[in-house]
């Protein structure tokens, strides 16, 4: 039962693949010769209409809005999940554009919520571009603590308490402005106040932009476990506009990097093998480049997600490294690590774990070491990590069911991946004694 559950997790990850590859060009693009798709949506920033790239998966029942003819929206990738479809917007300058964001707003009440780092660098603007020619629209606000360490009850408290005290009806919006922390703060309020109200997300950071912002997965921190407690909740939209990213620190840029890598390790060898040599525009923050990682990103997330929303298995995939990651993360404390850099270690245990289950080659292990060491990002847990740590936490991994802890591994050629309970336990322990004190 768990081995045909695998394989066909096996088939689906190298089929998908399969039809990516096919719509990219051969061979890997350089930055100054990204698909001429993404090149017009990056390099001319104010990209014309029919410059506009759009990507769709699988047919929709409920097509999704279009942009307005003059819109500087370069790339719209459409997550398809029938009469729940939503679009993400990706382009420069989109919080200058008032229609894109009051489109999606549900009634004339919404709530921002935001924290003490973006609310003096972002609120304005995206409070100017709700209410601009709209004043039936009115705009209250609520400002998190920043951090990982606050992703829990009590600050997700201080969101139901504003929307409580100024008598929000089912009819408002919420509006997440920020990164992951408050995506996944804001989504899980939505879902579950009133027993669910409409939310838009802006996210802000790389991370936000290539993965927490897209496909529903909404919830906060237990002191046990990362995410353990949250709601499948899909939001009107995703508006990503890239100028956010300038006032992004390096560290927190490349921690988004982290999650761009792991699509085109478990499902797009031609996605990765462009990382390999661009990896250092990325860094430089090359327009060009940066653009073209995020719509790739969300291409992949939207096409997983919409063949399987509520990780029933394929979006499972998408949690790469993310096991010993989230152990990482909540065994030195939340915060400490960036959510990437555990992700970052936690992936190259999963390769070296496949390599020693005879998986995959040394070759390709190596080159999952090689692109995040380029990537600055960490490739060894800390040092405080031990055997008995890591496997204590893992214990309580939401993958774990009737007591067997699945993972996802790499398996077969670059781009491939199983997700699977069928493996030698040896490997995980070797792995775990590889990396860690004792
Ligand atoms: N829901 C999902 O599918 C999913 C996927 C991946 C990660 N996540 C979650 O996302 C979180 C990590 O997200 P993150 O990396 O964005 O962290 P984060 O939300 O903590 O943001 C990182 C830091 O950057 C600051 N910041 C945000 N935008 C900025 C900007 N434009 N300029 C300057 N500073 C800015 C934030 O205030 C914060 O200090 C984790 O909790 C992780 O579990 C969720």
Redesign the pocket.
């Known amino acids: 039962m768990a081995a045909s559950a695998s394989s066909l997790l096996a088939a689906a990850a190298s089929s998908s693949c399969a039809a990516i590859s096919s719509r990219l060009p051969a061979g890997a693009p350089a930055a100054a010769s990204v698909p001429s798709a993404s090149r017009h949506s990056c390099a001319s920033l104010r990209a014309s209409p029919a410059r506009r790239h759009r990507s769709r998966f699988i047919a929709s029942v409920a097509p999704t809005m279009q942009p307005p003819a003059e819109s500087r929206v370069s790339t719209v990738v459409d997550v398809d999940l029938g009469d729940r479809s939503y679009p993400i917007y990706i382009g420069a300058g989109l919080l200058d554009e008032p229609d894109l964001l009051q489109r999606h707003v549900h009634g004339k009440r919404v709530l921002v919520v935001t ?1 003490t ?2 609310a003096p ?1 972002y609120l304005e603007k995206v409070t100017w571009a709700l209410t601009h020619n709209n004043p039936n629209v009115s705009v209250e606000s609520v400002i998190l603590p ?3 360490k606050y ?1 829990d009850m009590d600050t997700l408290m201080k969101v139901f308490d504003k929307a409580v005290e100024s008598r929000l009806d089912r009819r408002c919006t919420f509006v997440a402005l ?7 703060m804001c989504g899980f309020a939505a879902a579950a106040f009133l027993r669910g109200v409409n939310f838009i997300q802006i996210p ?2 790389l ?2 932009q290539v ?2 912002s897209v ?1 529903g ?2 919830g906060i921190n237990h002191p046990l476990g ?2 353990l407690i949250g709601a499948f909740y899909q939001p009107q939209c995703v508006l990503i506009d890239t100028d ?2 300038n ?3 390096d560290r ?1 840029l490349a ?2 990097i982290a ?1 761009v890598v792991k699509y085109g390790l478990i499902r797009d060898a031609p996605f990765f093998e462009w990382q390999e040599k661009n990896m250092s525009a990325l860094l430089a923050r090359e327009p060009s480049a940066l653009a073209y990682a995020i719509k790739r990103s969300c291409e992949n997330k939207a096409e997983v997600v919409a063949q399987d929303e509520k990780e029933s298995g394929l979006r499972a995939t998408l949690n790469l490294g993310h096991t010993f990651g989230h152990a990482i993360e909540t065994g030195i404390g939340y915060g400490a690590w ?3 850099e555990a992700v970052a270690a936690g992936t190259v245990m999963a390769a070296d774990m496949s390599h020693r289950l005879g998986w995959i080659d040394e070759s390709i292990r190596k080159r999952v070491v090689d692109i995040l060491e380029q990537a600055k990002l960490p490739i060894t847990p800390p040092e405080t990590m031990t055997v008995e740590k890591f496997k204590s936490i893992m214990a309580v991994d939401k993958k774990v069911a009737d007591g067997l802890l699945r993972l996802i591994l790499l398996k077969g050629p670059l781009g491939s991946c199983v997700f699977t309970g069928e493996y030698d336990r040896k490997a995980l322990d070797e792995t775990l004694h590889a990396f860690s004190n004792n």
């Open positions: 924290n780092t973006v660098l920043d951090g990982e992703k920020g990164g992951g922390v408050i995506g996944d802000t950071t991370m936000a993965d927490s496909g997965k909404t990362k995410n956010t990213l006032t992004l620190p927190e921690s988004g999650e960036l959510h990437g």
